[in-house]
C-alpha cells in the first residue's frame, strides 16, 4: 500500500495519550516514528551538552534553539513520518511554539484532544508529566495549540484534524483512517 | 457611487446562507459575483476533465488543485468583486483552507455564521448540502473556519468581520453597510 | 540586572486596563515605554495633520495608514521597550489588525484580558473610552484579539502570554514576573 502522507504531524498537551497513539499507528500502518523531543536529547548527548531532558531544558536558550532547529532539518525531508512534538509549549513565561514551520512543512497537522478530567489522572500516573496545573490554565493552553495549529495549518495550506481522544481504540480507529486514507 | 472594496471574500460553513447574502448585496451595491466553485467547474468542464461537481470531487487530488489554482489566477486582478467560497472545507481527512491567500488578496474577508439549528434545517431542505454532520462536529468546523479566517486577515492586514445570519434582512442590512462604507 | 526582552508588545481591547499596567511594569522593571497611539499623534501633530485623536481617525485612510507605518519604523530598533497597542481594533466595518507584524517584531505578545462587567465598568468611566457595545460584541473582539496575537505568535515564533486583570495587583506581579524572567 502506498501511503498518502508523507510527513505527518501529531500534537496535543503533555498527557492527552499523543504517544501511545503515535506509536500504535506508526506500527500499524508502517509510518516512521519520530519523537521530537527524543531527537533533540539524542542531538545534545551527541554534543556532550546534555544526558537527559532536564539537563537539556537547562541549556542556555540559544543553544536549545539551535538543537530544536537541527531536529528540524533532520526530519524534514523524512518520507511516512508521524512527527509526535507538543505543538505549543507551555511554561512559566506563557506558550511557544515547538512547531518548526519554517523548515517542516507537514502534509497534515493533527490536534489530539480529550477531556480535561482524562488529561489530570494521566499526569497524575506519569512522574514526568507531573505539572502543577489548573483547568483554566488548561483549558487555555488547549485553546491556544488548536488556535496555533489552525494558523499553521491556514499558512501552509495543508490539512488539519482534531481527533477526541476519549475513548483510545475509537481514537486509534479514526486516526487510522485519516492516515491511510488517498490525500 | 465609488465602491470602497475591491476584493470581497465571503465564507461561511454550508447551509449558512452565504449564497443567497452574496448574491443579494452583489445585485444591490453592484458588485461583480463570483461563486468559487461555480467557477472551478467551469474551467474542469473548459478542459472536459468534469462536467458535474461530483465529477470534479472526483478527480485526482493534484488536477482539483490545479483548477483551485487556476480559478485564483483568475479572480486575482478583479475589481470590485464578492467572491463566495467556503474558506474552509471539511472532509473525513479533516481540515483544509479553500481561500487561496497566496493568489487573491481581500480587502476584507467576511465569515457568516448562524445558528446550528438553523444551518441544519437549510441542509435538510438542500440536497447538494445534505451531509451527515453532528452539532460537535459542526461546531468545531465553525470554531476551526473563524481561527483561519482570523489568521488570513492578520497575516494580509486585511479587514475582517463576522455577521450573524439569524434573520436575513438583518443581515443583508449589515452586510451592506459595511460593504458601501468607505475604508 | 539585564532584561530578558527586548521588544514586548501588550494588547489588549479598549478599558482593560493596559496601559495602567503597562506604565507600571515599564516604571518598576526600568523598560521604556511607547503608547503606540500616542506615538501616532506626534507624527500626525509634526507634519501639521492633526492635533486630536478625532482629527487623526478622521484623515483619509491612506494617511492613516502611512502614520501607522512611520511609528512602526521608528519603533522597529528600540531596545527594551514596551509597546502599547490594541492589537486589533473593532469599528463599523469589522476588526483590523494594529500590530505591523511586517516592521516590529516582538520577542513576547501578551494578551491583556478581564471580566466583561470589569471592562464596561471601566469604559463608563473613562470619556474617551465610550463605546457603545454589547456583551456579544465585546466576547467578540476578545475572541479574535486572542485569535490573532496567537496567529501573529505561531508565524513570528515569538512567546506569548495571556494576563487576567480582574486584580490589579496580581496582575501586575504575572506580568513583572514574566518580563524579568530570562527568556
Redesign the interface.
Known sequence: MELPWNMVVVTGVPGVGKTTLCRSVSKDLKYNYINYGDLMLEIAESRDLASTDLQMFSLD?EIQHEIWKSAALKIKDMKRVIVDLHGVDQS??????SLP??IIKPD?I?VIESSKDKIFRQRNEDAKKRINDTIESLT?HM??L???M??????L??????LKNDNFEECLIQMK??LS???
Not at 150 to 155: D, E, F, M, R, Y
Not at 157 to 162: L, Q, T, Y
Request: glycine share 6%.
Open positions: 536558550f512559566k513565561i506563557g506558550y511557544i511554539i514551520v519554517e497534515i493533527l487555555e485553546d491556544v488548536r488556535n496555533m489552525a494558523s499553521c495549518s491556514a499558512i495550506g495543508c490539512n488539519f484534524a482534531i483512517n485519516i486514507t488517498i490525500n
